[in-house]
Nanobody, 123 residues
Framework: QVQLVESGGGLVQAGGSLRLSCAASGRTFSNYAMGWFRQAPGKEREFVAAISSSGGTTYYAGSVKGRFTISRDAAKNTVYLQMNSLEPEDTAVYYC????????????????WGQGTQVTVSS
């Protein structure tokens, strides 16, 4: 079992930045690939970014590539999502998740989930 707790969400103006954090506890953090997903009201949960268990490989949705950066700190058991040049379309609840396999882009492939953190981007 892995417990995940997100933080860092909030309200920001378009063009601004936020950094989300996801602190993991429980089983060995380094065993898991990690991902970020988001869900806007009335929409399906969508893939944002993922990182391999070693941190050596990253994956991004086309809509955020070049603006968002995923990273992980093994010593702190934490994964981050740095979000720059935010747009109103980025408004959603953001979730971090843990998977057994790297590169997973569908939410059904993730075994553990955090509770989510709200990101609101005003125009």
């Amino acid at each position: 079992q892995v417990q995940l707790v997100e933080s860092g969400g909030g309200l920001v103006q378009a063009g601004g930045s936020l950094r989300l954090s996801c602190a993991a506890s429980g089983r060995t953090f380094s065993n898991y690939a990690m991902g970020w997903f988001r869900q806007a009201p009335g929409k399906e949960r969508e893939f944002v970014a993922a990182i391999s268990s070693s941190g050596g490989t990253t994956y991004y949705a086309g809509s955020v590539k070049g603006r968002f950066t995923i990273s992980r700190d093994a010593a702190k058991n934490t994964v981050y999502l740095q979000m720059n040049s935010l747009e109103p379309e980025d408004t959603a609840v953001y979730y971090c998740a843990a998977a057994y396999t790297s590169g997973s882009r569908h939410y059904t492939e993730y075994a553990y989930w955090g509770q989510g953190t709200q990101v609101t981007v005003s125009s």
